[in-house]
Structures are given as C-alpha cells and as structure tokens.
C-alpha cells in the first residue's frame, strides 16, 4: 500500500518568509511525528500527534514553528519568519498507534529539504 | 531525558566483513530499540528492532543485541555488501509517555567491493 507521503520534496525560500510543509501518513495510523535533521545527524524530534491532538510539542524550538493535524490524519508544520537555521530535512512518520506499550513501527516519510536563503 | 551516543561515526569496511555499530542509552526505562537505514537522500526505513524482554533478535544477515545492565545494544552485520552503504541509526524509546524515540547521531558504513 502507500507508504507516507510528503509535499513538497524541496523548498527554496527566503529568510522571513513563512512555508508550509506537508504530510500524508499511512492511512489508519493515529500517530503522526514530525522531526528534523540536519546533516550528519539522527532526527531530532519535534511534535507528535495522537489523532488530532497534539500530545507532545516539547520539541518545537520556538513560537515560529506550529504543526496541526485537523482531521486526524494530513498534517502540516508551518514555519514563520523562517532562519538560515530552519534550513534541513523535515521527516514525517506515522505509527498504527502512539500510546500501546507494543507500539507499532514508525514509518517515514521521504522528508522535504528546507532551504533558508 | 533519554541520551543516546552511537559509535564509530564512520566505518569502513571490505566487502564479506562484518560490520558492528555499538550504541548506548542513558533511561533504564526504555524498552525499545530500532535500528534504521538511511540511504542517500532516503527515507530512513526500519531494518530491525529489540525489545528489552530479548537480548538477541537476528534477520538473515543482520543481528542486534541487547545488554540491559549496561544499557547499551548493537548492530552487527555479517557477509557485508556494497548495497549495505548507507547511514545507519539506532534510537531507544521508553514505555509510557509520548513513545518518542530518541535517535543517536548515525554511523556512515561504507562497504569497498
């Protein structure tokens, strides 16, 4: 079946502009997470979703970055006034689900390349 | 918070070698424990995982082992081939909570034919 899918693959913008990036998980995984990675290293993570609620943002670096999951299952992370620093490879994944202690695997997504001139 | 290191950050290794990534983590209640492949320009894709009521799992070619007292578990990967190049990540996520894995720094295996 269709594994997580992630739009756009690249995005070039400009320090202070605002992007939004976007994820379409497995169909049926309640678990969303978004993370980052930067080069040469693991992803860091930033945000969880359990269905449409945000269940952990403890990794969200600041107040520019916001994420939302409406229905469930597409979610997007939305960046303000974006920073050099923003520029890096924002992986999505989804898991079956978030909160049973034989959680299941997390797939990714293929990432979007962020790029902050 | 869980801290994990992952060791060597590059390994290079002939073709039919084994190959060993050594991690370790910092939260005895973590329970959980994948290793990922990351192509160039990939997706990180589940290769294998451990739960700590295990301390050995193998998949053909690959192993990982699991020593909870130390708190500290490994890859190994036997009979290596050119197409095992990539950067490998292992993470540890704990039971309870938010279930987030941790991932360690990854290790670039570089496999000469």
């Known amino acids: 079946g269709a594994g997580v899918s992630q739009t756009p693959s690249n995005k070039v913008t400009e320090k202070g502009k605002y992007v939004e990036l976007r994820c379409d998980p497995i169909?049926?995984?309640?678990?969303l997470y978004w993370y980052r990675q930067s080069l040469g290293q693991g992803p860091e993570f930033l945000i969880y979703f359990q269905g449409t609620g945000a269940a952990d943002d403890s990794g969200l670096p600041n107040d520019r970055f916001f994420a939302v999951r409406p229905e469930g299952s597409v979610s997007t992370l939305k960046i303000q006034r974006t920073e050099r620093g923003d520029s890096a490879v924002y992986l999505c994944?989804?898991?079956?689900?978030?909160?049973?202690?034989?959680?299941?695997?997390?797939?990714f997504g293929p990432g979007t390349r962020l790029t902050v001139l | 918070g869980e801290n994990v290191e992952q060791h060597p950050s590059t390994l290079s290794v002939q073709e039919g070698d084994s190959a060993v990534i050594k991690c370790t983590y910092s939260d005895s209640a973590s329970n959980y424990f994948p290793w990922y492949k990351q192509e160039l320009g990939k997706r990180p894709q589940l290769i294998i995982d451990i739960r700590s009521n295990v301390g050995e799992k193998k998949d053909q070619r690959i192993a990982v082992t699991l020593n909870k007292t130390a708190k500290h578990f490994s890859l190994h990967i036997t009979e290596t081939q050119p197409e095992d190049s990539a950067v490998y990540f292992c993470?540890?996520?704990?039971?309870?909570?938010?279930?987030?894995?941790?991932f360690g720094r990854g290790t670039s295996l570089i496999v000469h034919p």
């Open positions: 169909s049926g995984h309640t678990a």
């Open positions: 993470a540890a996520r704990r039971s309870g909570g938010s279930y987030i894995p941790t």
């Open positions: 994944a989804s898991s079956p689900d978030g909160t049973s202690g034989l959680i299941g695997t997390q797939y």
